[in-house]
């Protein structure tokens, strides 16, 4: 397929999902296919201006059109990702972004943390909410949401956690129906965002430390005493793992076990899997 017929195809998909939704308008409809366009077109920096000298409208008439507050980019992007993401199993994807950028006029302009870089750079976060399809091996994004700099989540009370968190309950009523399962990465393995999402009746999939503090579950029976009963038993040594109290699951690479047990840090029983490679060091297992 060439250069052309994939750019007709692009805007056919995008132009189908744009008519799915109501109150839109043929003007408004007309400035933003046209903006679709441009974002494909323009090869280095895309702002109004440049917009406005190789679009088919005036600079004013795109920025008129970005002020619109009312327009559903979660159903447009759900929409284009049920074309895609058709597998059976289904998750959603967490994870920020680091952007460089500079000026100080710029909201929420702060210190975030680089993973590229390994340091936190001055710039913006933008955190992302994609569709993973994992029969498929595909992934879509439904839509993001910027992180507000330190002096701004201070002022609200908030800490990073407590934003990210905040955020994706505010959506609930849009993600649950599509799916319970949150995956992300080992920062969010804490209680203040896995427990308040559990109770809102999300699945969270996470990475735990490689010394994270975890029992046995006990296999005593209630004594019938007073006081209240043993929860587990002994703390879990992954360098010498009681396979007994494991399921062992084929995999091509390594060996994979999994388990219940209390966390320590999570304040719960939860489900892991814990994977060991074949090769290299033995103290390099991954906790999921």
Known sequence: MNTDNLLMQYQSEA?????????????FEKVFMDVLKLFMAIPDKINFLQMGRYGQF?????????????FDWFGFNQHLAKKVCTGSFLALAVDPSYIPKSGKKTPWFGKFWSGAAGEAKKGLELTGIGLIDVD???CMTL????????????????NLIDWYREQLITR????????????????????????????EEFNVVSRLRNDAVLFYPTTESPTGKRGRPKLYDGKVDFANLDTSRCEEIPVDNGRLFGLRAYSKSLKGYVKIAVWYPLEGRTDRWQIY
Do not use: C, W
């Open 143 to 158: 839509g993001s949401f910027q992180t507000p700099d330190s002096m701004t989540l201070e002022d609200m009370d908030y």
């Open 58 to 70: 005036s600079e004013q008439t795109y920025r008129n059109t970005f002020t619109r507050g009312n």
């Open 15 to 27: 132009l189908e999902a744009l008519k799915s939704m109501i109150n839109l308008g043929k003007p």
């Open 136 to 138: 498929n091996h595909e």
């Open 172 to 199: 609930k009523d849009r993600l649950l129906p599509i799916t319970r399962t949150i995956v992300a990465d080992a920062f969010f393995s804490k209680e203040t965002f896995v427990r308040p999402l559990v109770k």
